[in-house]
């Protein structure tokens, strides 16, 4: 009798250690990419070389980044999610915090395919505003933040390079209603509340074709 009780201490005590330590700081590759495969590669692709437009494209994403939005998707002590999407936020909700850092891991250090623009006609506004922005307008240069090339900065700013013209010009036009709101000191709402639907179209085909 003795001996159980002091053998069910004994695991528990190991099971709380185990349970208490904490997540790594440094996500692991190779345990993201078999959550990659099973579960985020139908509509990301294993790698994050998304097959449609309405799925983003993941591969070389900035890691925190891809981190920060799993955490904003799935909200936290039961408060709503700080970016909302049913479809992320029932793939982000079974997800532990060592799962989203393991995934960021995986997705950044993949390689995106290239892509390019498809508007040639576009191409002059989209690289104005891309390099100086709208000074009258006061739109600040897209490159300021995201980078000339488009290759994004750790750990705050997003590659925009390579990225579907789709996808990002529905970001922008969610920004500019307040519909997306995750964004630090609401820095991508007050750029997009600036952006007429031409100028919005125009940056999303250009940032498309930039690698
Ligand atoms: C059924 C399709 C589907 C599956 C499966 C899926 N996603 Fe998504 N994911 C989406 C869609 C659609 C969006 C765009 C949401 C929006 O429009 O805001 C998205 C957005 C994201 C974003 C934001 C990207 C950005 O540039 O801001 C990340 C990160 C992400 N998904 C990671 C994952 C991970 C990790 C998994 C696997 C655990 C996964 N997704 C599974 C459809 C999916
Ligand atoms: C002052 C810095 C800053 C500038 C300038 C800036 N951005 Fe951003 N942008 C951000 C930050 C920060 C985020 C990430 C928001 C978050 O954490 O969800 C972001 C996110 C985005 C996203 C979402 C990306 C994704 O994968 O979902 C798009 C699209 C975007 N920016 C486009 C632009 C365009 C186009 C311009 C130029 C007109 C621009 N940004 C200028 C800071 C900036």
Redesign the pocket.
């Known amino acids: 009798m003795i001996r159980t009780a002091a053998i069910a201490i004994l695991l528990a005590t190991t099971l709380t250690a185990q349970a208490a330590d904490p997540a790594p700081a440094k996500g692991d590759p190779a345990k993201g990419k078999a959550i990659a495969e099973t579960v985020c590669g139908a509509c990301h692709g294993p790698d994050g070389n998304s097959p449609a437009p309405v799925n983003?494209q993941l591969a070389g994403?900035i890691e925190e980044?891809i981190y920060?939005?799993l955490k904003?998707f799935k909200g936290a002590d039961g408060k709503p999610a700080a970016?909302m999407n049913p479809i992320m936020a029932g793939m982000a909700a079974p997800l532990t915090d060592a799962d989203m850092r393991n995934l960021a891991a995986w997705f950044a250090g993949q390689k995106a395919k290239p892509s390019a623009a498809k508007d040639e006609s576009q191409i002059a506004l989209g690289q104005k505003?891309?390099r100086q922005?709208d000074f009258k307008k006061g739109?600040?240069?897209?490159a300021?933040?995201?980078g000339p090339a488009g290759a994004g900065m750790p750990a705050?700013?997003?590659k925009?390079a390579g990225?579907f013209a789709e996808?990002?010009e529905a970001?922008?036009k969610a920004?500019r209603v307040g519909e997306r709101a995750?964004?630090?000191e609401k820095?991508?709402r007050m750029?997009a509340g600036k952006?007429s639907d031409a100028e919005i179209k125009a940056?999303?085909d250009y940032?498309a074709g930039l690698r």
Do not use: E
């Not at 739109?139 to 897209?142: E, K, T, V």
């Open positions: 983003p994403q980044y920060k939005q904003d970016r505003i891309w922005g739109i600040p240069a897209c300021g933040c995201h705050q700013y997003p925009l990225q996808y990002t970001q922008l920004f995750n964004d630090p820095m991508m750029i952006l940056v999303s940032a």
